[in-house]
């Protein structure tokens, strides 16, 4: 369907790497916006009607928003996905720093855990990163 032999698993990739740096954009958006005094479901909404609009903002978002980091799909997948990709770009002498450093930020998420939670639980690395938890009231200590 996609061309030669190894186009399919090309465009699997390009997709996880597509998927990999969106959730990691919602996801420092969404800390953003809490830190900003931000209504998060609000946020969702409105900038899920523009340019921002994705899967990962429109379906994963209010599953953050609501803690349920069940998996779609599996960090531990998603891992494997990110290094097969990985290991494709250094085949093609390609450099794709964002893919490379939002797999450490899955990393982080399996050495606390995380394996078998579901991708959208990249919000508990960056929460971890900067103190704070998008599921409670901001205060003062935040």
């Known amino acids: 369907l996609m061309g030669a032999a190894g186009a399919g698993q090309n465009t699997k990739l ?22 900003s005094g931000l209504n998060l479901e609000q946020i969702i909404n409105v900038i899920g009607s523009g340019a921002a609009t994705s899967f990962s903002l429109t379906v994963l ?15 531990e997948h998603f891992i494997k996905d990110m290094d097969l990709a990985l290991a494709e770009c250094r085949r ?14 899955y990393e982080s998420l399996v ?10 639980a990249l919000i508990l690395v960056l929460e971890k990163m900067n103190n704070i938890d998008i599921s409670k009231p901001l205060n003062e200590k935040q």
């Open 14 to 35: 390009t997709n996880q790497i597509v998927i990999a740096s969106t959730l990691h954009g919602v996801v420092e958006g969404l800390i953003f916006a809490y830190k």
């Open 61 to 75: 978002g209010p599953r953050i928003l609501k803690r349920d980091l069940g998996p779609g799909f599996y960090v």
């Open 92 to 105: 093609m002498n390609l450099c794709l720093p964002g893919l490379a450093l939002v797999r450490q930020f």
């Open 111 to 120: 050495a606390h855990g995380g394996a078998r939670l579901g991708t959208q």
